[in-house]
């Protein structure tokens, strides 16, 4: 289903629900005219993270062949927010698409997985992840968690931006160690993403909602990103860098809305 406005969801008050709306509400900002400054970012709830082992773990992917620590990219000025929001008890990382291996190795390390990468069934239990992309980026995130399905490991949020099929892989259909999933695309121009996802066993996987954005009539302006990108995946860029994409988490949190104790 296709929705042009989030739906309602809860959450429960917890360090990895708190980066669920950090994630969503930053990427409202993250590109916007003129350049948000540090004071400008959007305010997490003031709600310390209790110190934990191991940490929430947030792994995000950019699109292309964009390096992994580009400063004008939305997916990597996302990972710099959420680092200064939370100093301690978060790691936080974003790698470039092809680097999926790399991306799993840093996750199960940071779970406490020994030399040979094996992690014991409490640690795996213990797992907070949550994984963002953009482009080539969201079908190497949805790859990543298959790759940690078959450790059994679960994951706690999916976000696709504009998620675009890499050859081989299938960013259609969320595994089923994935708790929730939400899905941005946008239908035009020669590079657009995928329009629709779906749960592989809707028991286990709350997909939140495939959100549409259209450009053709409301362009927007995104002057940080290369002439190469405005001019050949126009409309691919713009919803990259649309301050609106995730507006309603930051405005009404219509898709991870406040929730009492």
Known sequence: MILLRPSRTTFARSPAALLSLALLAFSAAACSRPII?????PAVPPTPLAPSNPPVIVVGFV????????????EVKLAEHLREEFPSGVYVQTFENRHRSKAKRAILTQLGADSSGRLSEN????????????SWGGSAMIQLARDLAKRGIPVLLTVQV?????????????????????NFFQ???????????RAADTAKTQILGNFRSDYKEHPIG????PWYDRTLAKTHTEIACDPAVWSEVMTGSKLFPSTTQ
């Open 63 to 74: 699109g292309g062949v964009v390096k992994h620590d580009d400063p004008i990219r939305s």
């Open 187 to 197: 239908p035009n121009g020669v590079i657009h993403g995928r329009e629709e996802i």
């Open 162 to 182: 504009d998620s675009v099929r890499r050859f081989g892989l299938d960013d259609r259909v969320i595994p089923p160690n994935v708790a929730r999933a939400a």
């Open 123 to 134: 640690e795996k239990r213990q797992a907070r992840i949550i994984l963002y992309g953009h």
């Open 222 to 225: 995104c002057p940080e990103y």
């Open 37 to 41: 400054q540090r004071h400008d970012w």
